[in-house]
């Protein structure tokens, strides 16, 4: 019988010199892989191969979790991305989202803090006018908010005109537009330009919570390990101005349940606001002040920039 090449033993984890086949495997990258690839192949193939001796895995349970991945892709379209929903239940786009603000300078208590993008975002949103609404055939259990607010630069704290704040939310019934037949196309999403004073404003509707999708790997996930699926009451934000690093994040209604237990772990204390009532206005009964403060960009070691996403 012929041994596997790895120092002439075999890869049956019986006679296997674990860290010589770990390291044949990372030695195993050609001269023209990238610097960057490098490394984080070389930690992952690292990590991975720990996981594996730690936990004891079986080819049965390798497969399993192969399955869970297959399943995922097929099931991810434009409107779908159920990788990265599976990637949210376990805590990773919020790690790295944690590890990208630190290395754009943001992770600073002048800097609004940042939170997950999510896998409802759409690139293709409309602008539209200052004070205008986005919320259309508004349902009846549904309570109108003035969401308005300042974008400010986190270090001068001066106002900044012409920042361009992208938000979006689900409807009553915990749905987004794009998962629902029954709302118009870019219903509760919408780009708004500041004013020269930074201001923006819009008409929405208090956020509820909602279960994120279950009807695949990630629910299939949540149910194995015994958890629900909820995310509290929140509005997604995306702010951008050039020179600045663009803000993902999200605000949580200080009244909702789930605060403490978000199923995809995004939750941050200082992201927490107060829907006040609001008198006279015939449009809304509800008003949320949110304020903005963007971090100046500077150059980055990594070389990522501010396009962590496309658009
Ligand atoms: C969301 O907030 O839209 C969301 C975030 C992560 C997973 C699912 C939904
Ligand atoms: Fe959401």
Redesign the pocket.
């Known amino acids: 019988m012929t041994t596997n090449g790895v120092n002439g033993e075999k890869p049956n984890g019986q006679n296997l010199d674990a860290a010589k086949f770990t390291e044949a495997v990372v030695a195993s990258m050609g001269e023209k892989t990238p610097e960057r690839l490098r490394e984080v192949i070389t930690s992952l193939t690292r990590h991975l191969h720990a996981f594996i001796l730690e936990t004891n895995l079986t080819t049965k349970e390798f497969m399993a979790g192969l399955e869970l991945m297959n399943w995922a892709g097929q099931m991810s379209d434009q409107r779908r991305n159920e990788g990265?929903?599976l990637s949210?239940v376990l805590g990773l786009?919020s790690l790295v989202d944690s590890v990208t603000s630190h290395e754009l300078g943001m992770d600073n208590a002048a800097t609004t803090s940042s939170a997950?993008l999510?896998?409802?975002w759409r690139s293709d949103t409309p602008v539209r006018e200052f004070g205008s609404t986005m919320t259309f055939d508004t349902p009846p259990d549904a309570e109108v908010a003035y969401i308005h607010g300042v974008v400010t630069d986190a270090v001068t704290g001066e106002p900044l005109k012409n920042a361009l704040v992208d938000v979006w939310q689900?409807s009553t019934n915990g749905l987004?537009e794009q998962q629902d037949p029954n709302q118009r196309e870019f219903n509760l999403r919408g780009k708004f330009h500041t004013n020269d004073q930074g201001q923006y404003a819009l008409y929405g509707i208090r956020p509820v919570p909602y279960p994120?999708?279950s009807d695949g790997p990630a629910g299939k996930l949540l149910q194995l390990l015994d958890r629900h699926p909820f995310?509290p009451a929140?509005i997604?934000y995306m702010t951008s101005k050039e020179g600045y690093a663009t803000l993902v994040t999200?605000i949580f209604d200080r009244k909702t349940k789930y605060l403490d237990n978000d199923s995809?772990f995004?939750t941050k204390t200082d992201l927490v606001v107060d829907f006040v009532p609001k008198k006279g206005d015939p449009n809304a009964t509800l008003d949320l002040e949110c304020n903005i403060a963007l971090s100046p960009l500077r150059e980055r070691a990594t070389g990522g920039g501010n396009a962590r996403y496309s658009t």
Do not use: S
Request: proline share 11%; with cysteine; net charge negative.
């Open positions: 990265l929903l949210d786009e997950i999510g896998p409802f689900c987004y994120v999708p995310r929140h997604h999200q995809v995004a």
